[in-house]
């Protein structure tokens, strides 16, 4: 099969599309004919050196892929529930830029209705990320508030959606009107451009001193300690990137004042029973917003990946 490679740590240019061996497939694993590949952020990331693959996951980039079953490994039976011919869509911990992949059984989500096998390429990491750690972890619930920052990312527009359809109110901050007319556009009900304000003093006047609930924070050290003025009573919040840093100096007073939470959790090097659990989730509770057309994939530009690594 061919497959983009990362011929070595660098910038866009060491992509190279290669023939290399077809994956092998595990028992409990199904062979998938690819139609398209998601692109996340963790992808440049691995070009770089920064975001190496688990042990024993492939080598080349590509966290999520939707495409169609070609072929099950040896546990994997027929009619449970997946058939040859079926279009999925998954997670993976790499391997999505090439024209097949092996992929366990467990993780395999269906092509929702209404959303085209291109399409479904780019929901299953921001679905599974955020209901992972939002509702999942921090247990965001309907009538609470939810600070997203980064609103207009890919992680940003599928949590504004979610959690507009779940009834939470919704703060995002952006860099830029456009941006932050998106994520309108899509439900968010207060839009900060952090350029222009300081979102913390923002949320404060918008609650009324109370705060927000829970925060997903892509940012990490810089934005810490605002973001622990910036939360409720019993305020949660989830880092799941460090686009500011990984260290901060911070005053840990507001930790105990107000009985704050700080949880932090990345999706590709969890346990595969793990992301069955994960998956099982979010095919009950986000498939049918997805339906329902209450969610949308946002799919700013599409690549074909033979001529972009081969210029």
């Not at 993780?107 to 291109?118: F, I, Y």
């Not at 609470?144 to 995002?172: C, D, N, P, R, W």
């Not at 050290?221 to 939360?231: E, I, T, V």
């Not at 069955?276 to 530009?301: L, R």
């Amino acid at each position: 099969m061919k497959a983009v490679v990362i011929t070595e740590l660098g910038g866009p240019e060491v992509l190279q599309l290669k023939e290399v061996e077809d994956p092998t497939v595990g028992d409990d694993e199904v062979l998938i004919k690819v139609a398209a590949a998601g692109l996340n952020r963790a992808d440049a990331y691995q070009r770089e050196g920064g975001h190496p693959p688990p042990k024993g996951c492939s080598p080349y980039p590509g966290l999520e892929v939707s495409g169609t079953i070609v072929s099950f490994g040896r546990n994997v039976s027929p009619g449970s529930p997946w058939n040859i011919g079926d279009q999925v869509c998954t997670l993976l911990g790499g391997g999505g830029y090439a024209e097949k992949v092996a992929v366990p059984a467990a993780q395999l989500l269906p092509v929702p209705e209404g959303v085209s096998l291109r399409d479904a390429a780019c929901i299953p990491e921001v679905a599974c990320t955020v209901w992972s750690t939002v509702f999942m972890t921090s247990h965001l619930s309907p009538g609470e508030s939810f600070l997203i920052h980064g609103g207009s990312s890919g992680i940003g527009t599928f949590a504004i959606q979610i959690s507009k359809y779940l009834g939470i109110k919704v703060f995002v901050t952006a860099g830029s009107e456009d941006k932050l007319q998106a994520c309108k556009d899509l439900g968010a009900d207060v839009c900060i451009n952090y350029k222009k304000e300081d979102f913390a003093a923002r949320i404060k006047e918008e609650t009324e001193g109370k705060g927000v609930d829970v925060i997903l924070d892509n940012m990490g050290g810089s934005y810490l300690q605002r973001n622990l003025d910036s939360l409720s009573i019993d305020g949660r919040l989830f880092i799941l990137g460090f686009q500011g840093g990984t260290t901060a100096e911070l005053n840990l007073s507001p930790l105990l004042a107000k009985r704050l939470t700080i949880q932090a959790a990345g999706m590709r090097a969890r346990s595969p029973e793990n992301k069955e659990k994960i998956v099982k989730e979010v095919e009950k509770n986000v498939w049918p917003a997805i339906v329902a057309g209450k969610v949308k994939p946002i799919v700013n530009k599409v690549h074909n990946f033979a001529l972009k690594a081969s210029a």
